[in-house]
């Protein structure tokens, strides 16, 4: 029982560099969610996918894109890497978007230097 | 700008204590509430939830209290462990169509 799936847990970029975060879930879930996790800042949203098809742009959508290849696949892409996203990435999925249980990934910890 | 905002930021608790965390929202229209844990090195996971036609919900040593007419909602955790020692984030809903908002989180020590 996988849940959500996120690749890599780790990564250090040199700035300017671009990367793929990988995200997947087995839950057949049609919502899919990137965060982004900062030391005093919560969690905050970057991008959504509120059903196969369907992107939005969350709280902090600057300098990331996002693609939900299918229903279980929802990737996020860094095009030039800044010091400034540097941070913990979640991955996250829900049956819907609102007013039901989100499940996390265990994280990708990013340096970008 | 609808928000959620939750105190305190850190939080130190005696093991046996209660603790408590509260959250006040702004948006009339929030009808989930959620509270998740999270330790470190994980991800977040549902703790606990309510919802605003009840004023309380309890799950073992987890409470959520909710004042609706005060929009502020409460998270009390008693007889306090020092496995309870995680960061806390509490969250609202908007509407059935809308993503979860977050709280900032709370950082909670137990000691031993």
């Known amino acids: 029982n996988a849940g959500v799936t996120q690749t890599p847990k780790f990564q250090v970029l040199k700035t300017g560099q671009s990367m793929t975060l990988q995200c997947a879930q087995d839950?057949?879930?049609?919502?899919m969610y990137w965060y982004r996790q900062d030391p005093g800042m919560g969690l905050r949203l970057i991008y959504y996918s509120a059903s196969e098809g369907t992107t939005d742009k969350g709280e902090v959508p600057n300098g990331y894109n996002v693609s939900r290849l299918n229903k279980r696949e929802f990737s996020l892409r860094l095009e030039s890497a800044a010091p400034s996203q540097t941070s913990v990435y979640f991955c996250?999925?829900?049956?819907?978007?609102?007013?039901?249980?989100?499940?996390f990934g265990q994280g990708t910890r990013l340096t970008v230097v | 700008q609808q928000q959620v905002k939750q105190s305190p930021q850190s939080l130190i608790v005696q093991k046996g204590g209660i603790s408590i965390i509260n959250c006040a929202y702004e948006n009339t229209a929030f009808d989930y509430f959620p509270w998740y844990q999270q330790f470190p090195g994980k991800g977040p996971a549902l703790l606990i939830a309510i919802r605003p036609d009840v004023s309380e919900k309890k799950e073992g040593r987890f409470t959520i209290s909710f004042n609706k007419s005060a929009k502020q909602f409460s998270l009390h955790i008693m007889d306090s462990q020092p496995g309870d020692s995680a960061t806390y984030f509490c969250a609202a809903n908007p509407n059935r169509d809308d993503k979860i908002i977050f709280g900032k989180g709370t950082r909670l020590h137990i000691l031993p």
């Open positions: 996250a999925s829900s049956f819907a978007t609102g007013n039901t249980e989100a499940f």
């Open positions: 839950m057949n879930h049609n919502s």
